[in-house]
């Protein structure tokens, strides 16, 4: 079978399959126009983000069979047309489970003892102990939307840190596990002191975090983003930092990033964005929860193996 690299990989993808007796031709630096050129050579594609492949996109791969995403989420994919013709999309979610919960622990604990600021302020000659004093994970109600790979691993990594996790899952039932306890939304609306969201970007989950949605905490709570930008509105989100309903926000994806997430919109970055940059109560990260260098080599390995156990010879 032959397979067109649309975006780059890690170079053991392609070694994987081509053991496996699979012809790869890499072609990453090829534009929209010459890709679709020879779309119809190809039974397999391997993309991240590089653009979209909806219905008029693959109806030009008359010989599909399959689509790999070296990544977790499979938005950039009309997965519900390609499947009614047949092709089976593969997305890697246990690829890079590890690295987005440890960068969420990561961005947690950077928040509550305000080590960013006091690393510019000992930079700088201040060593201010008082105004720095943090706050423990211990003792605090995390809450988890979504509880697959990302939301089990960031579970999995606060066992050790004397908390309570509770999970809800629209999707899911009697997950219940020594890492949390599953909850019904209106239970983690009463008791989160956190709140981490991770859930995919789909029509459901567009904005899903809005004025309403944070209104609905009975306490003032900590937000954590790293699942998708356009889960949460930053224009209500900002409006509930300012009023204080939300104390404090780590986001390693935003509602601005452009398709591929290697850049933000710049020419379209509204007066919110602004005050993200300039507060205290949020820290920012450019979407690179997941962009660990292990989970680098783990996505390009179980996006290798899924392909290889459904079409391998």
């Not at 391997?46 to 109806?59: Q, V």
């Not at 003792?139 to 509770?166: D, S």
């Not at 004025?211 to 699942?227: Q, R, V």
Request: one cysteine or more; proline letters at 3%.
């Amino acid at each position: 079978m032959k397979v067109l690299f649309i975006d780059s990989t890690h170079a053991r993808l392609p070694e994987m399959l081509e053991v496996a007796g699979f012809e790869c031709t890499y072609a990453p630096e090829k534009n929209k126009e010459e890709l679709l050129a020879i779309f119809p050579e190809f039974d397999g594609f391997i993309i991240r983000s590089k653009f979209t492949l909806n219905k008029e996109e693959l109806d030009q791969a008359t010989n599909l069979k399959f689509i790999g995403r070296v990544g977790a989420g499979l938005e950039n994919i009309d997965v519900e047309y390609a499947e009614s013709k047949g092709i089976r999309c593969f997305n890697a979610p246990e690829g890079n489970r590890d690295a987005v919960g440890e960068h969420a622990v990561g961005m947690l604990l950077t928040l509550f003892n305000n080590l960013c600021r006091c690393n510019w302020e000992v930079r700088n000659g201040m060593w201010r102990r008082e105004e720095n004093r943090g706050i423990e994970i211990k003792g605090k109600t995390i809450g988890i939307i979504g509880y697959g790979n990302m939301g089990g691993a960031f579970a999995q990594r606060l066992k050790g840190f004397g908390c309570k996790v509770i999970a809800y899952d629209k999707y899911k039932f009697d997950y219940s596990d020594e890492f949390c306890e599953e909850k019904q939304l209106k239970d983690l609306f009463e008791q989160c002191d956190v709140l981490s969201l991770h859930v995919p970007q789909t029509e459901e989950t567009m904005f899903m975090v809005n004025d309403e949605f944070l209104k609905k905490f009975k306490k003032p709570i900590y937000l954590i983003n790293t699942a998708r930008g356009k889960v949460v509105r930053i224009a209500d989100l900002v409006k509930n930092l300012d009023s204080g309903q939300v104390k404090g926000a780590c986001l390693d994806v935003l509602e601005f990033e452009k398709t591929s997430f290697e850049d933000l919109h710049a020419s379209e970055l509204p007066a919110e964005f602004q005050y993200l940059i300039e507060s205290e109560k949020v820290l920012l990260s450019p979407h690179v929860g997941g962009w660990t260098h292990e989970s680098n080599i783990k996505l390009s390995e179980v996006t290798a193996q899924k392909i290889i156990d459904e079409f391998g010879r």
